[in-house]
């Protein structure tokens, strides 16, 4: 894979990581 | 490793991580809980299913094909979306409050509540759900295209739209509002982050900078700079730009889908708060998406079978990577469009249509009624998405000319105590009559008004008319008491 690639997985997965861990404490924060 | 198992991999790690944020969250209980998601999120979820809905799959279909076959005119979206957050911004605290205090979950419950009219709330329930029911088949198309970029089209276009169709179904099934809003929220950052990143990596790799991008676009064909622009041989006149936004600017509130979100907000201040994100998000994405998509037009390797490709085709030339997210990013946008719809669909059928003629049906019922009408939904949409239809672009417009009719009934509700049943009804009936007439005569714009489509002409009457009939009579004007809910605290 070449290095634009790698950059856009490292993206992606960043994005979902984000998603799920900000929606906990946003959710444990309303709580 | 293989460009396939790159996107296979791909997928199934977004499609784990959607599967992970819906179901660590409880299925819906009641009715209310399906419906509204107990009016319990605070503005970041607010914010990010505003986007989902919003930013359909099949902008990156439709939309990019507009941008790539006519230009500039595509960014008619951006204007009316930034408008539309402002009219939100005004109706959204008030219909909050009513929402609240009177246990308001549709539009058509609200309208019941103001103009005192049973026979209303039916009659406009029915006819938005009908309205909004071409955006379902819009976003199966668009699922169709993703389907195709993901597997390099060895799964046929309409057997992609199926699968994706049944998959959508059983998520919408059992989800309800709440587990909506929070695979909204995750697709949101998909759609951000990985999508802007993703669309502005393209941009430049191609065409290496903005400015070469705009050389090159104009070199090709200029006109593709200029609004309207060329429509296909046709040149519709200067006044259908502002027509497009202003359209979409006043109904894209009026979705079932998108009106409801209104209810799923822990406060009004939170709605408001969510307007702090909205807007930018949406500047980010027409600079990202909407300017790029005119930029692919000069390329013409991309676009050749069915220019609603080019700008996934442009994309995806990056590699299995691009690929596997540019399709994400559309299923992702199609998700959050459908499964607002089809549970808006479900929700407005039993709330809206059946409650009214048999209010004593228990909140089981309701919720078994709305996920029968669901599948029902589901099922109609690929039927149609089937047939030989107009371009998605068309479909879109032509839907926000009929569903912006819904507008003056809610604004001169909430803002204007004169405003009664007979107005509503005549406005209504007025606006809607001028638009069905011009979908069957002239769908896109009218050549002898410059260009302005048939949707505005009914609003400019529907507001001309609700006001006189208005000032005729005080049936159904709205008590005091309704009034005084906006300044109360709840």
């Not at chain 1, 990581?17 to 959710?27: E, H, L, P, R």
């Not at chain 2, 005004?90 to 979950?105: A, Q």
């Not at chain 2, 790799?205 to 991008?213: D, K, L």
């Not at chain 2, 027409?286 to 069915?306: C, H, M, P, R």
Request: charged share 10%; with cysteine.
């Amino acid at each position: 894979m070449d290095g634009i690639n790698v950059f856009l997985l490292v993206m992606f997965i960043a994005s979902i990581v984000i998603a799920i861990v900000t929606c906990k404490k946003i959710i444990k924060k309303d709580d | 490793m293989s460009d396939s198992l790159i996107i296979f991999l791909i997928f199934l790690v977004y499609v784990g991580g959607l599967i992970y944020i819906i179901f660590s969250n409880s299925k819906a209980q009641t009715f209310e809980d399906f419906a509204v998601a107990g009016r319990s999120f605070s503005w970041p979820f607010i914010a990010m299913t505003i986007i989902g809905t919003s930013f359909a799959g099949s902008l990156l279909t439709g939309q990019t094909q507009f941008g790539h076959d006519v230009g500039m005119v595509t960014t008619y979206f951006v204007a009316s979306c930034i408008m539309g957050l402002y009219l939100f911004a005004i109706i959204c605290g008030p219909l909050w409050k009513v929402g609240k205090k009177y246990n308001v979950k549709t539009l058509g419950e609200f309208l019941e509540l103001r103009y005192g009219s049973k026979r209303l709330r039916i009659f406009v329930g029915a006819a938005l759900l009908l309205v909004e029911f071409p955006w379902i088949v819009t976003e199966l198309l668009a699922s169709g295209y993703a389907v195709q970029i993901l597997t390099n089209k060895a799964i046929p276009f309409n057997m992609g739209m199926i699968i994706i169709a049944v998959l959508f179904t059983i998520y919408v099934l059992f989800a309800g509002m709440r587990a909506v809003i929070f695979a909204d929220y995750y697709q949101g950052w998909i759609f951000i982050l990985c999508g802007l990143t993703l669309f502005m990596t393209a941009m430049f790799v191609h065409f290496g900078s903005w400015e070469n991008m705009w050389i090159e676009t104009r070199n090709f064909n200029e006109e593709l700079l200029t609004v309207p622009g060329n429509w296909w041989g046709e040149v519709p006149g200067p006044m259908v730009y502002t027509s497009l936004i202003l359209i979409a600017a006043f109904g894209a509130y009026m979705y079932p889908s998108l009106f409801s979100r209104i209810f799923a907000a822990s406060s009004p201040k939170e709605l408001k708060a969510s307007l702090n994100v909205t807007p930018a998000f949406t500047i980010l994405f027409a600079i990202a998406v909407f300017l790029v998509s005119v930029g692919t037009s000069s390329l013409s390797q991309y676009g050749v079978e069915d220019s609603a490709y080019a700008f996934l085709e442009f994309v995806s030339s990056l590699g299995p990577v691009a690929t596997a997210l540019v399709a994400i990013i559309i299923l992702a946008g199609s998700l959050s469009m459908m499964d607002s719809m089809l549970g808006s669909w479900a929700i407005v059928i039993t709330n809206d249509i059946i409650t009214p003629l048999k209010p004593e049906i228990s909140s089981e019922t309701q919720i078994k009624i709305a996920r029968i009408f669901t599948v029902i939904v589901a099922c109609l949409g690929v039927a149609v998405a089937m047939m030989e239809l107009p371009m998605i672009i068309q479909i879109v417009t032509r839907v926000y000319q009929v569903i912006v009719q819904a507008f003056p009934l809610v604004i001169f509700g909430l803002f204007w105590k004169k405003g009664n049943l007979y107005g509503a009804w005549a406005g209504l009936l007025v606006g809607f009559t001028v638009c069905i007439y011009t979908q069957f005569t002239l769908p896109d714009y009218i050549p002898a008004l410059g260009g302005l489509q048939g949707g505005v002409v009914g609003l400019i009457l529907n507001f001309i008319v609700y006001i006189a009939f208005s000032l005729v009579s005080e049936k159904g004007r709205g008590s005091e008491e309704l009034f005084a809910t906006y300044k109360e605290r709840l």
